[in-house]
């Protein structure tokens, strides 16, 4: 391969981390003004790839060639010398600074020696560069001003100064309507023609099919397919990725009449608008809806965590106190929150004392922990979940994202929690552990409780409802019963239609 | 970040996470050890009965201060106002004493006035949201203000001699101070091991999010350990005046800092959610030997200073080091 044959070309890498071969001898390469899709599955070494171009966390093995010369990228730096532009799914920006600041930042154009930022020169060339991608952006205005879908473009702005001939996007839309999409589709589109190889990570496969010429499937590490978009199909792809026949489980349903939980009105700003639902012993209801569109910030408030402008809610016909997490709890509502490091652990304490939260006081006799009983409920709870190791007094941040998971659900049922809220339930979680979740989830409605299930993956959503409440810019505006639970229906009502045709 | 070939440091703190703490502590306490075995090669005096005991009681008052300051930095805050609370309650109890008010109506009194700086901090972190270190900045300037106008800026002389006997006084040979000082580190021992707020103040300072969706009280933990750290800041200025036999409103200079040093020494990390009582303990001993130590061997006080800073800085780097992280 004397001819540099690919912009860029990753050769036998490998990447461990204690316990795990994260990626396993991988060849990857993209051409020249090539829109290469990189899939599969959560846990599958995307991330870990990313992170190895981006110079975050550099391989063990293996070489990267650009334009067939070989190159060391072993930080952000190199990564940025070497080409190569990220657009991260959780926008990298210092939200006080303008738009030119956050475009030049880490690099900026000075005079007199370095002394003094060229703002005005800074903020020609940032409007040089994104007359061609979205020219209302001002670049004097702070970035926090604008949309997320701007903010993405003054990424790929920053992308283009940098001169960055390989764009690295993973997962671009996540917070993106339909319409901001088609815009970035063509902007993709755009750069591709002018030479630029973009790497498109994304779950969506409508999105692939659009967008990419070719994809890299990987699966559990490992290299699994490089394919043609043309040649293939939407299952196809998927049978790749999943590596067997995806198994749809049957829905049981143990939903009963007896009504639990009553939200009458809730709202907060414009986050959510006026909710009103009930919720009943043994029922799995799903909250599905595009990210931002207030899910959240429903659970917040059911949690008690956030005062709500209007409305109240009732467990069992008794209003809850608003705004008050441990009155929530004594009603018998519990959280298992979207972000598991940062709301749901404390990650040096142990998985007993992460469980003994909420419910100390069964744990205490005259004002003195029992650590004994505490580790045996522990020992009994983390049992019926089957927490690997089976060992509650490791410290919870040494498990992984799926053991830490049924950790704070076993939370909630040694406090006897009756409400269970998931958000995002398998976010982060590898493929065998979301199983075990939808079962654990399966198994709480079985026994009674009730269960709302907040869920960016349809196939999740649809799999474990027995009932869907829609949201869309912070209403709820469907109510879909069994029957009608599948993803058009959802999709339909989730999807904003002020700006397009109504399909 | 970068892993290099052969560091299995983690994976070794993975598996004894749970003796990590006592691992930890045996670190400090061979930190002490070290610090004896040197000096005592270099000055006879320094290991002798009496003179060992003379190093407690010049290292009770830091730790007083610090094991109030190791919870408060547990629950990941700080509190830089110790010194100035010790010295408001020191001039208010001394005048209550010399006013003729039975001691221990003095004490409780003082007692009192530390725990209302702890709560006016606790309060204004937990409830008013501000930060830690900038509420107990003002504390700082506020109590030692009060201090000072309440005296006219003069000491407070003529302590009852019975009062006196308290803390100057011995049991089995041992100084007061020394006893109120195990019995302090014995009870903070037993709240942060074994008692459901000992946990919390670990939760919250671990990961307060997490700790408040869980349903921790976080805002009355906070409140408890700028209340306990008050209060000890009295215990210390009891000690202080029933010594001297005078209440001085500039007493406590810098104890802040002694105190933060004592804790971080031990194990404590600013970032809140570890920390050690038997650390800080011995934390405190390490830089009250090395200050008798040093004077012991004629050095002067500079270069004790120069000294305390190297160990507090060395200290830490051995931690890191030996943290793998």
């Not at chain 1, 049992?383 to 076993?410: E, H, M, W, Y």
């Not at chain 1, 339930?425 to 979301?434: C, L, N, Q, S």
């Amino acid at each position: 391969m004397s001819s540099p044959e690919y912009r860029l070309s990753l050769k036998n890498v490998t990447k461990t981390y204690p316990g795990i071969v994260a990626l396993d001898d991988i060849t990857f390469n993209v051409k020249a003004g090539e829109v290469h899709g990189l899939l599969g599955e959560n846990g599958a070494g995307k991330s870990t790839m990313l992170n190895i171009l981006s110079g975050v966390r550099p391989g063990d093995q293996g070489q990267i060639e650009i334009d067939g010369k070989s190159v060391e990228i072993n930080n952000p730096i190199a990564a940025r010398e070497a080409g190569i532009a990220m657009i991260h799914q959780e926008l990298q920006h210092v939200p006080e600074l303008s738009v030119a600041q956050n475009m030049f930042l880490g690099r900026p154009l000075t005079r007199s020696g370095r002394l003094f930022v060229r703002t005005r020169a800074q903020e020609k060339r940032a409007r040089d560069v994104l007359a061609d991608l979205d020219p209302t952006i001002d670049p004097a205005a702070p970035i926090k001003t604008l949309k997320v879908a701007q903010q993405q473009i003054v990424e790929i702005g920053r992308a283009l100064l940098e001169q960055a001939s390989i764009i690295a996007m993973d997962e671009p839309t996540s917070s993106l309507t339909p319409s901001e999409f088609e815009r970035l589709a063509e902007l993709i589109k755009t750069l591709s023609e002018k030479g630029v190889s973009i790497i498109y990570v994304s779950h969506k496969m409508d999105e692939v099919f659009q967008v990419c010429q070719r994809a890299t499937i990987l699966r559990d590490g490992k290299h699994v397919a490089v394919v043609d978009i043309a040649d293939e199909t939407e299952s196809s792809i998927v049978s790749k990725m999943v590596g067997r026949e995806v198994l749809h489980a049957a829905h049981t349903s143990y939903a009963t009449t007896e009504e639990i939980l009553a939200v009458d009105g809730l709202g907060r700003g414009k986050a959510v608008i006026d909710a009103n639902f009930t919720l009943h012993r043994g029922e799995v209801l799903g909250i599905s809806g595009l990210v931002g569109s207030g899910r959240t910030e429903l659970m917040r408030l059911i949690a008690g965590l956030d005062q709500p402008s209007t409305g109240q809610i009732r467990v069992m016909e008794k209003p809850v106190r608003a705004h008050d997490p441990r009155a929530a709890i004594r009603a018998g509502i519990g959280l298992v929150p979207e972000e598991r490091k940062r709301e749901g652990i404390v990650h040096a304490r142990s998985v007993a004392s992460n469980m003994a939260l909420p419910s100390m006081g069964q744990f205490t006799r005259s004002g003195l922990l029992r650590h004994g009983l505490m580790h045996k409920k522990a020992e009994e709870v983390m049992s019926d979940l089957r927490l690997r190791p089976p060992n509650v007094r490791q410290a919870i941040g040494t498990f992984s994202g799926g053991n830490q998971q049924k950790a704070i659900i076993g939370r909630w049922l040694a406090a006897s929690t009756e409400i269970f809220l998931f958000d995002e339930p398998t976010r982060g979680i590898d493929v065998g552990a979301k199983s075990e979740i939808y079962n654990l989830i399966e198994e709480l409605a079985k026994a009674g409780k009730a269960i709302i299930v907040v869920s960016s993956e349809m196939p999740e959503i649809i799999r474990l409802s027995d009932r869907v409440l829609v949201m869309q810019e912070g209403r709820l505006v469907a109510n879909l019963q069994k029957n009608d639970i599948t993803e058009d229906r959802i999709a339909h009502y989730a999807i904003p239609r002020k700006d397009q045709a109504v399909a | 970040m970068t892993q290099t070939p052969g560091a299995d440091a983690p994976s070794q703190g993975l598996n004894f996470f749970r003796f990590n703490v006592s691992l930890r502590d045996a670190g400090t306490i061979l930190g002490l050890l070290i610090i004896v075995v040197v000096f005592s090669l270099l000055t006879p005096v320094f290991l002798t009965a009496p003179n060992l005991i003379n190093i407690l009681q010049q290292s009770s008052l830091n730790a007083v201060i610090a094991l109030g300051m190791t919870l408060v930095i547990i629950s990941g805050g700080i509190d830089l106002s110790v010194g100035p609370t010790a010295a408001l309650s020191a001039v208010i109890g001394a005048t209550l004493m010399v006013a003729g008010v039975p001691i221990y109506v003095a004490i409780l009194a003082a007692l009192g006035v530390g725990i209302l700086c702890g709560l006016f901090n606790g309060v204004l972190v937990a409830y008013a949201g501000l930060q830690p270190f900038i509420v107990t900045l003002g504390g700082l300037s506020l109590y030692r203000a009060l201090a000072l106008i309440y005296t006219g800026g003069n000491p407070v002389f003529g302590i009852p001699p019975e009062f006196r006997a308290l803390t100057n006084g011995t049991l089995l040979g041992i100084p007061n101070p020394v006893i109120i000082v195990a019995i302090i580190a014995l009870l903070l021992w037993i709240l942060l091991n074994k008692t459901p707020l000992g946990e919390y103040i670990l939760a919250v300072g671990g990961n307060e999010e997490a700790a408040r969706i869980a349903g921790v009280p976080v805002a009355k933990t906070k409140v408890a350990t700028f209340v306990i750290s008050g209060s000890l800041a009295s215990i210390a200025a009891m000690i202080l005046v029933g010594r001297l036999g005078a209440a001085e409103p500039t007493i406590g200079n810098l104890w802040e800092l002694d105190a933060i040093a004592a804790a971080a020494i031990g194990g404590a990390s600013l970032m809140g959610g570890k920390g050690s009582i038997v650390g800080t303990l011995i934390g405190a001993i390490i830089l009250g030997a090395l200050r008798n130590g040093l004077t012991l061997m004629n050095v002067q006080a500079f270069y004790q200073l120069l000294a305390t800073g190297i160990i507090i800085i060395a200290a830490m780097l051995i931690d890191r080091a030996t943290r793998g992280k």
